[in-house]
């Protein structure tokens, strides 16, 4: 097994819209789709995509979506014997994706709120096995302290993606962390300092650095990506000119797929290039999961990556 993601599932319930209606006012959407998705699912998806053996911790709830999540985990042959069911309901994310392609989300976690530092220590056995684990915030913070706590105990490099962003989140339990990815509005909040500038961005990069994460990726959107290394090097990453259609998505494509590439070359800068034009192809076409092309058609556009990918 290369990756086990330990994080969120939900059901992504995408309305393509004009604009947000006013206070009161009701308004008719173009367009509307339904996915799965989650932040752990999707990244989980497009690791496996890619070609990755991935293993899946979560919840579902115990309701009309819960088999079909299931379906749609070993559709995509990912080991789904850590997908548990749950009395609750499922996770779900209600999207709007405006015609400039920028997105506002609202999730309700559901069954996503029941995962536990219990689950994991019933998945030990095949979490050791693992390369890599993968980790996000769309299920309780004990959980994923303890999954870095189970990393670190047991040598196996732990990514976190800050997001969706907490305020409580605490530093000093996520700082052994092989590497921390957020995008800016979560590097803000992780810091306290502000981004609203290229270099604003590579202070609270260096301090989150300085703060003991070995290796800080900040993800720029149409900017590219920054990362701070080991040694506390910065390098820029330009971003890859494309026509966008939907963002939805396109930070976990990019964590999915740098993920499988760091667990397959163990080149931090080759899994960032690749990521950063994983990430850009998906906004190319509508929705979440289903935007993400496999390897076949992903080295077929990207020739150059197909060595690495």
């Avoid at 690749?274 to 992903?298: C, I, K, M, P, W």
Wanted: hydrophobic share 45%; charged share 20%; aromatic share 6%.
């Amino acid at each position: 097994m290369d990756i086990a993601v330990i994080g969120s599932n939900m059901v992504d319930l995408i309305s393509y819209i004009t604009r947000m209606p006013a206070e009161g006012e009701t308004i008719e959407a173009p367009d509307f789709k339904m996915g799965c998705g989650g932040k752990g699912a999707n990244q989980a998806v497009a690791a496996a995509k890619l070609g990755a053996k991935v293993l899946m911790l979560t919840r579902v709830g115990n309701d009309v979506f819960a088999d079909n999540t299931i379906e749609n985990f070993r559709k995509h042959g990912i080991d789904s014997r850590y997908i548990l069911k749950s009395e609750a309901s499922s996770g779900v994310a209600p999207i709007f994706v405006d015609p400039e392609s920028r997105n506002a989300i609202i999730i309700v976690k559901g069954a996503n709120n029941l995962l536990s530092p219990a689950d994991i220590e019933n998945a030990e056995e095949d979490i050791l096995k693992c390369k890599l684990i993968v980790l996000q915030l769309e299920i309780p913070t004990e959980t994923v302290y303890a999954a870095i706590r189970f990393g670190q105990k047991h040598n196996i490099p732990v990514l976190l993606n800050p997001a969706p962003a907490q305020p409580d989140l605490i530093l000093e339990q996520v700082k052994s962390c092989e590497f921390i990815i957020p995008n800016e509005s979560e590097l803000s909040l992780l810091t306290g300092m502000p981004v609203d500038n290229e270099d604003d961005i590579k202070n609270a990069a260096h301090a989150l650095h300085r703060a003991g994460v070995k290796n800080v990726i900040v993800t720029l959107g149409a900017k590219g990506a920054l990362w701070i290394d080991g040694q506390g090097q910065e390098r820029r990453f330009a971003a890859v000119t494309v026509k966008a259609q939907d963002s939805t998505g396109a930070g976990d494509a990019f964590i999915g797929c740098f993920s499988h590439v760091y667990v397959k070359t163990g080149d931090i800068a080759q899994a960032i290039e690749a990521a950063n034009h994983y990430a850009a192809d998906s906004v190319t076409r509508l929705g979440t999961q289903s935007s993400y092309h496999e390897h076949a058609a992903f080295v077929a556009d990207y020739p150059a990556l197909a060595a690495i990918v």
